[in-house]
């Protein structure tokens, strides 16, 4: 896939916000997790034309300082619509985990992960 303008700008953006992460047991650069994921939706990009910009950007929120308003405003920055932003916002809210280790300390791992997978 050829990326246009706006998507190099986000992915400079989530590559940057996701820096100084690495991947459990790989110790690769977080990043190569996200591409991975958004390269895989891109089948379903003629029927979900922002799956993309969702898959990149999934760990934004639990992973980083990023917040729901701060990713807003760089999208708009980046040339997303508003509608657009407001449409990968949501879908990068809907990912994110709820039923986290310091929310739910007292679930294990496959409580939390059975927890997001029936939301």
């Known amino acids: 896939m050829i990326l246009t303008d706006r998507q190099v700008k ?6 940057e916000a996701h820096k100084d ?6 110790d690769e650069p977080y990043v190569t997790h996200l591409i991975a994921i958004a390269d895989k939706v891109i089948p379903y990009i003629d029927k979900y034309p922002l799956i993309w910009e969702v898959a990149i950007c999934h760990d934004l929120f639990e992973d980083t300082e990023v917040t729901y308003r701060n ?3 760089n999208l708009t ?11 990968i916002c949501h879908g990068v809210n809907d990912l994110t985990d709820r039923f986290t ?3 739910y300390p007292d679930w294990n791992r496959n409580q939390r992960k059975r927890s997001e997978s029936e939301r």
């Open 71 to 73: 990713l807003y405003f």
């Open 21 to 26: 992460q690495l991947r459990k047991y790989t």
């Open 77 to 87: 920055v980046f040339g997303y619509l508003d509608s657009e932003a407001t449409t």
């Open 10 to 15: 986000l992915l400079d953006f989530v590559k």
């Open 101 to 103: 280790s310091e929310e």
